[in-house]
């Protein structure tokens, strides 16, 4: 499914295919015709794509994935994720049906298609990931469903061919008490029936809306939805438990080994790339190491907790600096600035010590020595959360990392009242997401938390999409969206969005 583009394939590697056989073979490898809007992904692709749209395919849906898991983590309504999730999908994995007659369909489809299997590969690898994965894939196809043209459902439901039987009029008329109460309806109202065995339904049975009998589930029509959705997961089911067993197997190339461990790290957290641009943020006059105290409010925790730490000891120790200087450098602060900024930071230290320890590895960090040359001029990019909640735990005397995940439940949330989170209902929320390790939730739940008001005021106005505030995974954009927030109407358009370049790391 990957094109070759790049000559490090090894040429052992390649299939080698039978004169003969190629001659007389199908031609297996077409491009799909997508005819429904929905899939079921019993087909896997066949096509050859790029790398680059291999990966970021599949970080798109990641994306959708990870924030359809947010707004369950979040106890939003069904109503509520829908609304949500429409800028999202819009944004990263858009789905239009026949009659918007857009010119992409077939591209979009096919990039749902691929990067369902993309994802499929990276988490079929354990039983904890296939879970999760089918869990996430399941609603997003119910609010797919949900929202699909009606014409255009039916004909994909038809397309299906699953095996239910019709209830005959016969067996109705002998069930129709019972049907009846089953559905709660009145005895009169005409209704379709089907049957299927029980277990293909366990959630209609858990929630006592069919009627059980001999083995059977008797699924009035308006359940439709819930039959399919159900037929999807265990469809799915089956074929992640193939996949995973075929997994050893998998004679794929070096190149996808990495990509592959990446995107299933990214179920931590998932990554983002820091943009240029996060730098840029209007009405914010050029920083300075004198302005960081007061900005510092505007930090997430973990900046939070290094800054409160260099203050205390007047030092951090090499993986807090680094964490702090490249978040630093994030928001805009300039390397000479940088340099004073420590430099006065460490103010028990001798400036002979600051230049001959010190400085050089500040310097690095903004790519003004050492590195290669295409690090050369850029240095290393901001980590993201999902890098500083992968990375090993801090040892004695360290502060980096992300507090939500390094510090005791109970100093949390003493750290949480210190910086002013004092409801109690948010603290008992935040103690729940970080025992269950959402510690990227739990972040957000407090940034959501600090801003209510004007978050509130953004969505009332309008002024901000959805995308503006999607959740957050990037220490550098919980600044700057921190920072508009707090400063509305101050001159500034108060618009998180436009990505720049973006710096690799
Ligand atoms: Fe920082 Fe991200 Fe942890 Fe929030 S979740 S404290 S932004 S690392």
Redesign the pocket.
């Known amino acids: 499914m990957i094109r070759h583009d790049y000559s490090r394939v090894d040429p052992k590697r390649r299939a080698n295919i039978d004169h003969k056989k190629k001659q007389f073979a199908k031609a297996e490898f077409q491009q799909q015709n997508y005819e429904h809007r929905l899939n079921f992904y019993v087909l896997p692709p066949t096509l050859e794509i790029t790398l680059e749209d291999f990966e970021t395919w599949a970080i798109n849906r990641l994306k959708v994935l990870s924030e359809i898991e947010a707004c369950s983590f979040r106890n939003r309504s069904p109503e509520e994720t829908a609304e949500y999730m429409k800028g999202i999908l819009d944004k990263h994995l858009p789905l239009r049906s026949d009659s918007s007659r857009s010119a992409s369909l077939q591209d979009e489809r096919k990039k749902d298609h691929y990067s369902h299997f993309i994802l499929r590969l990276a988490f079929s690898s354990t039983e904890d990931l296939r879970r999760r994965f089918s869990r996430l894939e399941t609603m997003l196809f119910r609010l797919r469903f949900k929202s699909d043209d009606l014409v255009e459902r039916q004909q994909f439901v038809k397309s299906l061919n699953l095996e239910w039987d019709e209830v005959k009029e016969d067996e109705r008329r002998e069930l129709k008490d019972e049907l009846a109460a089953a559905s709660g309806q009145k005895k009169g109202e005409e209704q379709e029936w089907f049957k299927v065995d029980w277990e293909r339904v366990p959630e209609l049975v858990e929630q006592r809306r069919v009627l059980l009998k001999r083995g059977k589930a008797y699924v009035p029509q308006r359940e439709q939805m819930s039959l399919v959705v159900a037929e999807f997961t265990r469809k799915l089911d089956e074929a992640l438990e193939l996949t995973a067993r075929a997994l050893p197997r998998l004679d794929e190339d070096d190149r996808l080994a990495p990509i592959l461990a990446h995107l299933s790290q990214s179920f931590t ?1 998932p990554d983002a790339a820091y943009s240029t641009s996060d730098a840029n943020i209007d009405g914010l006059s050029a920083i300075t190491a004198s302005s960081i105290d007061s900005l510092s409010q505007n930090f ?4 939070r907790n290094l800054h409160s730490n260099l203050r205390e000891n007047s030092h951090l120790k090499h993986h807090g600096r680094l964490q702090y200087t490249l978040f630093l450098k994030g928001i805009g602060l300039s390397m000479d600035e940088c340099l004073l900024f420590w430099r006065r930071s460490f103010k028990l230290m001798t400036d002979d010590k600051f230049q001959k320890e010190y400085k050089y590895n500040i310097r690095h960090s903004y790519g003004d020595v050492g590195g290669d040359a295409n690090r050369r001029g850029r240095g290393y990019t901001p980590y993201s ?1 999902q890098k ?2 992968t990375e090993p735990l801090p040892g004695p005397g360290q502060t980096h990392g ?4 390094t510090f005791t439940p109970d100093n949390l949330l003493t750290m949480l009242q210190r910086v002013g989170v004092n409801e109690r209902d948010v603290l008992k929320t935040v103690r729940e997401d970080v025992g269950k390790q959402r ?2 939730v739990a ?1 957000n739940r407090v940034f959501e938390w600090s801003h209510k008001r004007e978050i509130k005021k953004v969505r009332d106005e309008g002024s901000w999409g959805v995308a503006d505030l999607d959740t ?4 550098n954009t ?1 600044f700057k969206r921190s920072w508009l927030l707090k400063h509305l109407g101050e001159g500034n358009a108060g618009v998180v969005g436009g990505r720049g370049e973006k710096m690799e790391e």
Do not use: F, N, T
Not at 402 to 405: F, L, T
Not at 472 to 475: F, M
């Open positions: 957290a997430p925790l973990c900046m959360c500083i909640l992300c507090p939500y995940r510690y990227h972040c957050i995974v990037h220490p919980y």
